[in-house]
């Protein structure tokens, strides 16, 4: 799970912005980690106007997934990291600060990166509540934790742009797999978040095309997070896939896979597999091209397959505009799904941004983050509470109290000058 994150110096981020999952008060949704004393919180949402860089929190845990599963193979010219454009912040390194429960260990990751070098990488422990290094590189210097000599030979392949868990991916070390796999398996849906390379590994339909597809008689492939392999377990998850989407729309009754033989540029045959969702009415079965179905019926599709991978695996997903193209009960769904002991019983998480209001009602106080711009053009980002103070309590009506104003957060329609430029006023 994600204990918190850390990020400066990233787009509209200029100054340190910190996500902090762990929760503030006990109740059931929250899991518990007595070995180093906090509980967390399995799901986030960020509020804030247009342009306050709500996005930019989440882009900035995508880029750190990203960097670690592509630095190796993609970052030959330069490191493709965005500083924040004015000032003299653009030739400063950006930093981030990863915090990940594994299996009940707490791990810590760090990063400062600028555009032609990597400056300083570290990867730290707790694994008996004590904090020892993993690796530490200062430039192109690496100190190994004692007993992980079967890593000394990263230090062959380091160079200026090139991460060293990027590397250390190659070898089979149990310690830094585990913090590489659980971060590469960061998932995000909703508007693309990453300005180089789409952070899912396969798209999102895919993903759920799979789950309605019957297995076939062939050996696993390790590299698909997702693949579903034993057939009992594929009927179960199917089924939950089915009721999730009805949810959507009830009219749909199953999901077919049609497949066409289609000639390719070679001349060869190859076969194209496309989904129907079956309506019925009337009692009468009609299969609808994806295509035909609503905007809302294809993004809801379009995210229950990661939505259960994530919910099976205890995985993070990042969603930017989750209110985008559904309707306010499905988003409030998603997060009971999320937030319910027996739906989510390894403890996934769900950071999204939305502009929804509605969503504060399913939240709790430690659940909500709000972004404003300021003045030189920078996200002010922090907790409600942090915002509020004292203002905020747990029996707080957080919708009306953000609507009003209370908060801050909001986007700012009192200027005299653009009024009167669109003729609102005299």
């Known amino acids: 799970m994600l204990i918190r994150f850390e990020v400066e110096n990233f787009r509209s981020i200029l100054e340190p912005a910190e996500l902090s999952m762990v929760a503030v008060d006990d109740r059931p949704e929250v899991r518990s980690y007595p070995k180093f ?3 967390l919180v399995p799901v986030a949402g960020i509020f804030g106007p247009n342009a306050s860089g709500k996005s930019n929190v989440l882009a900035a845990l995508a880029w750190l997934r990203t960097a ?87 230090r062959t392949l380091l160079t200026d742009r090139s991460l060293a868990l990027s590397i250390m991916r190659r070898f089979d070390e149990p310690t830094t ?14 508007q693309p978040l990453n300005r180089y390379r789409r952070v899912l590994p396969i798209g999102p339909r895919q993903s759920t095309l799979r789950l309605f597809d019957m297995p076939q008689d062939e050996e696993p492939d390790l590299n698909q997070d997702d693949s579903l ?24 009754a199953d999901v077919e896979i049609e497949e066409t033989q289609i000639e390719s540029v070679r001349g060869e045959p190859i076969t194209r597999r496309t989904v129907q969702l079956v309506h019925v009415a009337n009692s009468e079965r009609l299969p609808f091209e994806y295509r035909d179905e ?14 259960l991978n994530a919910l099976r695996r205890g995985t993070i997903i990042l969603f930017d505009e989750l209110d985008a193209s559904l309707h306010p009960t499905l ?96």
């Open 37 to 39: 004393g906090v509980s």
């Open 68 to 154: 670690v599963q592509n630095s190796l193979r993609a970052w030959d010219d330069e490191i493709p990291v965005d500083p924040f454009a004015f000032g003299d912040a653009k030739s400063r390194d950006s930093s981030f600060v990863l915090e990940l429960e594994i299996d009940g260990v707490r791990f810590e990751y760090l990063l400062d990166v600028g555009r032609h070098r990597v400056s300083y990488e570290a990867l730290f422990h707790y694994p008996e509540g004590r904090r020892r290094r993993v690796f530490e590189r200062e430039a192109n210097e690496l100190i190994l934790q004692r007993g992980l000599g079967e890593l000394s030979g990263t």
């Open 177 to 190: 797999s585990s913090f590489s796999r659980a971060l590469v398996r960061l998932v995000a849906l909703g």
């Open 229 to 252: 392999y034993d057939e009992p377990d594929w009927r179960s998850t199917r089924q939950q896939a089915m009721a999730l989407l009805q949810l959507a729309d009830l009219g749909v």
């Open 294 to 307: 609503s905007a809302g019926t294809r993004a809801w599709f379009d995210l229950i397959g990661p939505v």
């Open 331 to 426: 988003t409030a769904q998603l997060v009971k799904l999320f937030k319910g002991r027996k739906s989510n019983p390894h403890g996934a998480q769900l950071l999204f941004t939305s502009h929804d209001t509605n969503l504060l009602n399913h939240l709790n106080r430690d659940e909500v983050w709000l972004t404003e711009k300021a003045s030189n053009g920078s996200t002010r980002f922090a907790a409600l509470s942090d915002f509020a103070g004292e203002r905020v309590r747990r029996s707080a009506n957080l919708e009306s109290g953000y609507l009003s104003g209370r908060f801050g957060a909001l986007p700012d329609v009192s200027h005299l000058e653009v009024l009167r430029d669109l003729g609102l006023i005299g």
